[in-house]
């Protein structure tokens, strides 16, 4: 679906319009009555001060004070209303990045995980702003109606100075924005650059570490947060330059207006009432037209947010299929009712060139890839995050085309855990069970995975905190509570991928004998792509794959007899 910066700031103004028109109006009457001070002393100055009228003064005094109440509780009242609908368009937009970034079908974007959260929060925040601008825009022009009208009874010629100055004031500062809109689109994009970098290379310190990487991968950023400072910089000057040169010009018109005043009233074409309410007017005039005069630059950040909102709104998904039902979550616990039964005819992906691979209930297969991009090639359409025309090639699950099935019931049939797993902040156990379901397995997952040896290391046991991505633990720790999370799912296919790189050898065959012994029945089928003897030893079959094609099939045992290379590869 296409959308646009502009149609997001759009429709968070249609969803919220009764809220931004009632604040708007609030805004409205508290101008107007900031408007009407100057005003109103101008007049106790003619008709009570000048004449000592007692009574008069203090009806004056008592009019002056409800003039404050009104402006005080507008302004209070309005502020309210329109950071509520501020906050409930920011809330809005986070969940629907959320949604769109975590829909099962993926969605084709450029953008890195750090980036996408910086879309997902900074920019939600800065585009539900448009309602501010909005109202406060609306209050502004009121001010200086207000302003100008009151300056043309008192006197035309210093009306027609606000009537026409401000409009060529604010022309010449419109000529500014589509500049700060560049400028400020550019700063927020080197900023969530470098926030994905940050984010990167904070869940890879481990890895940089054991390399030595550290240096490189600290350069690596000092260049993308240098690249981030000159932008945000350029912004600033920009903005800088903008807001000095419209005070500046909208200060010598307030001078200017003032200034006029003062020579009227010399030559008594002005009371002293009179000359009081222009100068206070001309004093007022400089706030409307600063708030005005900052408004394009505000914009200019809003817009660019916008556009990188609706960038991954708008994002084409990666795999086509139904899109999934909000209430579908809460049924995935429900059995599939698909057998589980995966077979891939002619599949032509990345470095595969169409081969054939089929897995029946209750088969424990094991896939060799020489290569390890054909490993990747492989669980990358296993996963239904690759789109797949009819030309390359057919995946299907219990016996149908899986272009033909609802998403949400492929997503419940197969389950692919790749071999970075992600984890997450909380604790071991709920990094394991997602879903109500899969507390009864808890304890046969924690089993089957090894991940027992963690929890006895701790005093809370399963309840031990986990940090943001599982920072907190080894490389084999996660891939270990990664397993289990996969084991307690319990889906009738499962895809493994290289799940104990990280562990010991000891520990590997232990694993082993746990995915065998849970993944057993024939309600249940497991694909198992990895290189390791230890996991190939308890598969039926082994389905070898090299220069992406299918060169060998048989059992670990005959190949491993039979095969020199499968030997010289597997068993190395």
């Excluded at 397993?483 to 520990?507: F, G, M, W, Y």
């Amino acid at each position: 679906m296409a959308i646009s910066g502009g149609g997001v700031l759009r429709r968070a103004l249609v969803r919220h319009r009764a809220r931004m028109i009632g604040s708007s109006l609030l805004f409205c009457l508290h101008q107007f009555c900031e408007t009407m001070v100057p005003v109103a002393i101008g007049i106790i100055v003619s008709r009570a001060v000048e004449t000592g009228d007692v009574t008069a003064m203090l009806l004056s005094l008592v009019g002056l004070a409800a003039l404050f109440v009104v402006l005080s509780f507008a302004y209070r009242i309005g502020a309210r209303i329109i950071v509520v609908a501020i906050e409930r368009e920011a809330h809005l937009l986070r969940v629907e990045v959320a949604r769109t970034v975590l829909d099962p079908r993926g969605i084709d974007t450029e953008l890195s995980a750090g980036e996408l959260l910086t879309v997902g929060t900074s920019d939600a925040e800065k585009t539900s702003w448009i309602l501010d601008v909005v109202a406060r825009s609306a209050s502004a022009t009121t001010a200086l109606v207000v302003t100008a009208v009151a300056l043309l009874v008192v006197d035309v010629p210093l009306g027609l100075a606000v009537v026409i100055g401000t409009p060529l004031l604010l022309l010449v500062l419109q000529w500014c924005a589509p500049v700060l809109t560049r400028a400020a689109t550019a700063s927020q994009t080197e900023i969530a650059r470098v926030s994905g970098l940050a984010t990167d290379l904070v869940g890879g310190v481990r890895p940089l570490r054991g390399i030595g990487g550290e240096g490189a991968a600290a350069r690596r950023y000092a260049e993308a947060s240098r690249r981030a400072l000159d932008a945000t910089l350029r912004l600033a000057r920009g903005n800088s330059a903008y807001l000095g040169l419209s005070a500046t010009v909208g200060s010598l018109l307030a001078a200017g207006v003032a200034g006029g005043a003062g020579y009227l009233a010399l030559t008594g074409r002005l009371t002293l009432g009179e000359l009081v309410t222009v100068v206070g007017l001309a004093q007022f005039l400089v706030e409307p037209l600063s708030s005005l005069s900052r408004l394009p630059g505000v914009t200019a950040v809003v817009r660019g947010s916008a556009d990188r909102v609706a960038t991954v709104l708008g994002a084409p998904p990666l795999v086509e299929g139904a899109v999934p039902d909000p209430d579908a979550a809460a049924t995935d616990a429900r059995p599939s009712v698909r057998a589980p039964r995966l077979d891939l005819h002619a599949v032509a992906h990345g470095s595969l060139r169409g081969i054939d691979l089929d897995v029946a209930p209750g088969e424990t297969v094991g896939v060799v890839a020489y290569r390890p991009a054909d490993a990747e090639s492989l669980v990358s359409v296993l996963s239904g995050q690759v789109p797949l025309d009819p030309s390359a090639g057919r995946v299907g699950v219990g016996g149908t085309d899986v272009r033909e099935l609802p998403l949400t019931e492929v997503r419940r049939t197969v389950l692919v855990e790749p071999h970075a797993a992600d984890l997450f902040a909380g604790t071991v156990r709920t990094n394991i069970v997602t879903r109500a379901a899969d507390e009864a397995r808890l304890d046969a997952a924690v089993t089957a995975s090894a991940v027992t040896d963690l929890i006895d290391l701790h005093e809370a046991g399963l309840d031990h905190p986990v940090t943001d991505r599982g920072a907190s633990l080894s490389g084999g720790q996660r891939q270990r509570v990664a397993l289990a999370r996969a084991l307690a799912a319990d889906p009738p296919l499962l895809v493994l991928h290289d799940p104990t790189t990280a562990v010991d050898s000891v520990t590997e065959h232990a694993i082993a004998d746990g995915i065998r012994t849970l993944r057993a029945g024939p309600d249940r089928a497991t694909v198992v792509v990895s290189t390791s003897p230890a996991l190939l030893a308890v598969t039926d079959r082994v389905v070898v794959i090299d220069d992406g094609r299918v060169v060998a099939r048989g059992t670990h045992r005959s190949l491993s007899t039979t095969d020199p290379t499968y030997r010289e590869r597997v068993l190395r």
